[in-house]
């Protein structure tokens, strides 16, 4: 039986917010494919200039529990690092996902993101796509440590 289903993250980061966000949510269409094949295959812009109403058509690899996901911008304050979209994927009614990086005394930064979503049909696949989402994070700050120079 479908449902709603939610869950949250904190993550903490060496990385700067501003850098972290540019990466992770600015870019993430174009570096996923680069550093996390395994989570997205590819992805291609649909409409929009970037900003609040874009949305990205996502081919997905095997380490998330759909096929192809649209991803669609519907909150975006740059200045502040956070974004609200929503996903609708294979599986899902629709997911809503809120990203916001906070800096850290150390330099860092924390990042929350809550994910709701509607119509689920397979709890193991939130459980999947959490697992993605962390990792997802991880391997940005991974290639933003060893690449110094990147998204500055």
Known sequence: M???NSWTLELESKVSAPRKFRACVMDWHTLAPKIAPHVI???HHVEGDGGTGTVRHYNCGSAVPFNAMKKK???L???KCECKYTIECDGVETSTWNIKMKPTANGGSVANVEC????VQDNDMMLKAKDSAAEMFK???AYLIANPNAYN
């Open 2 to 4: 479908a449902s709603t």
């Open 116 to 119: 709701t979503s509607k119509g």
């Open 41 to 43: 295959d590819n992805a």
């Open 77 to 79: 304050d740059v200045d």
């Open 73 to 75: 911008v519907e909150f």
């Open 139 to 141: 391997n940005v700050e």
